[in-house]
């Protein structure tokens, strides 16, 4: 009767430790999979005029470099941070944080564009 019983509880005890491990390898395979891309989005005003510019910077490959330049050709002349924002999230990237381009002039300082910093999860 003990040995059943020491029989039924190594048992169990192996099977929850190999499912445990087992667990552990999906998910280190999932994390393997998941990368985070990130863009640099500068949008400033262009002078005497209400449409922006836009500077997308997605990284320094060659395949990025390009995309980038794509981008931004595409957002320039959008007339609100808006519409770049919500065209960025709508090809899947998600904001991140927000900088004030500000300069100095003759003392005067003012905003001069913001950044946003966009984040995008793929899965290769």
Request: net charge positive.
């Given at each position: 009767m003990k040995k059943?019983?020491?029989?039924?509880?190594?048992f169990f005890t192996l099977l929850a430790c190999n499912s445990n491990l087992y667990s552990q390898t999906q998910e280190t395979e999932k994390m393997k999979e998941m990368n985070d891309t990130y863009a640099y989005v500068s949008v400033s005003?262009?002078?005497f005029s209400k449409k922006l510019k836009v500077q997308v910077d997605l990284g320094d490959t060659d395949e990025q470099i390009v995309k980038g330049k794509d981008l931004s050709e595409l957002l320039t002349d959008k007339k609100s941070y808006a519409s770049v924002l919500n065209f960025m999230v709508s090809e899947g990237f998600e904001l991140t944080d927000t900088l004030i381009l500000s300069e100095t002039t003759n003392g005067n300082g003012g905003t001069n564009g913001i950044v946003f910093i966009l984040k995008k999860k793929t899965v290769e």
């Open positions: 059943t019983i020491c029989f039924k509880l190594l005003g262009k002078i």
